[in-house]
């Protein structure tokens, strides 16, 4: 019979290692309870692993889009406000030359003329809304101011006006002489003379700086929607005709029958400016739906593809916690065994 020895030092350190081992298991076992997927990935589904990467990569692309989506529901919304100021400020405008159809009177003129004025201010506050540091009625051209402002010093959109109406009558719209004027005479400058130079290309020189083309936003893989409007749109451009015909004309030396004829005009291109601000909301309104249904899907995609993920990453949080209770009561052991084997040394036994 062959009788082998082993130290004490060989048995601590055995046990050393043991309690080592388990303390790094029963780490990774509490970070898998936690976070309910594997502590190592690529150790736990090997050739799987691949999946995982593009399945969470797929998440986080869809949320990255759910969040980009949130900026352009604020834009939206922000844009949409802004309309409703405009489409106000022009009712309020309509109202005003209502108040004075067929009349003559100085006071009554003059209060609508300042309510006009008030209309254009607040249309021109709202044209140039901005959001996120970008203008949202300038098109792609979000970095500069759609419209300037008509009373501002050195307006181009008025010394434009009084060039106009200088060139084509010969004298200012507040000479006595427009007194003169005719109903066709200024219809004719209305409908062939005025009108072009805010329908046209003048329009561009004159009032606006905004891009024609609206800014365009993706909100699905295949999906791009417009996320603005802009304030060359014929609405915009009917709302400064009619403002500027009831401030440079509605009060001018003109005889009552072409102020009527002038109130006339100003009242239609003010209803064509409802009509058209309103169509803008409705475009706006259906970009808002479409952006609505969007994050629809992409919250129905993420859920889908987020239980894919955990079905392959996913542990059994009950399972892991039976295995670290176990682990840890053999680590128990563990210290009380090095315990013990410490005391067993000859001197304990002289």
Do not use: C
């Amino acid at each position: 019979m062959k009788t082998s020895f082993i130290s004490n030092q060989a048995m601590q350190n055995a046990m050393r290692l043991t309690i080592s081992r388990g303390q790094t298991e029963v780490q990774t076992l509490q970070k898998e309870i936690v976070t309910g997927r594997y502590a190592d990935i690529g150790l736990a589904l090997g050739a799987q692993t691949s999946n995982s990467i593009t399945l969470n990569n797929d998440v986080t692309r869809l949320k990255s889009m759910q969040a980009s989506n949130s900026l352009v529901t604020q834009r939206l919304s922000a844009s949409q406000l802004s309309l409703n100021l405009m489409a106000d400020s022009a009712q309020q405008m309509l109202e005003a030359f209502i108040s004075v159809s067929g009349a003559d009177d100085a006071n009554r003129l003059g209060v609508a003329v300042r309510d006009v004025e008030a209309a254009l201010g607040a249309f021109t506050v709202a044209a140039n809304t901005s959001s996120n540091g970008e203008y949202l009625f300038a098109g792609i051209n979000s970095s500069e101011k759609p419209l300037d402002d008509y009373f501002g010093a050195g307006s181009a959109a008025k010394a434009a006006f009084d060039t106009t109406f200088l060139a084509h009558f010969g004298y200012t719209q507040d000479d006595p002489q427009a007194v003169n004027i005719t109903v066709t005479q200024m219809d004719d400058f209305i409908t062939n003379v005025l009108e072009p130079a805010f329908s046209g290309p003048d329009w561009n020189t004159n009032w606006s700086s905004a891009n024609d083309t609206n800014i365009s936003s993706r909100i699905l893989t295949n999906e791009v929607v417009d996320s603005g409007v802009n304030a060359n749109a014929d609405g915009m451009r009917k709302f400064a005709l009619a403002a500027v015909i009831g401030l440079e004309l509605l009060g001018s030396p003109i005889s009552s029958e072409v102020r009527v004829a002038v109130n006339t005009r100003a009242m239609e291109y003010a209803g064509q400016a409802i009509t058209g601000i309103d169509n803008q909301r409705g475009s706006l309104g259906l970009s808002e739906n479409r952006v609505t249904k969007a994050n629809d899907s992409l919250s129905s995609q993420i859920e889908i593809l987020t239980l894919h993920v955990v079905d392959i990453e996913g542990v059994d949080a009950y399972e892991a916690s039976t295995r670290m209770q176990a682990l840890l009561t053999q680590v128990e052991m563990s210290y009380a065994l090095t315990a013990r084997i410490q005391q067993l040394n000859l001197m304990n036994y002289l």
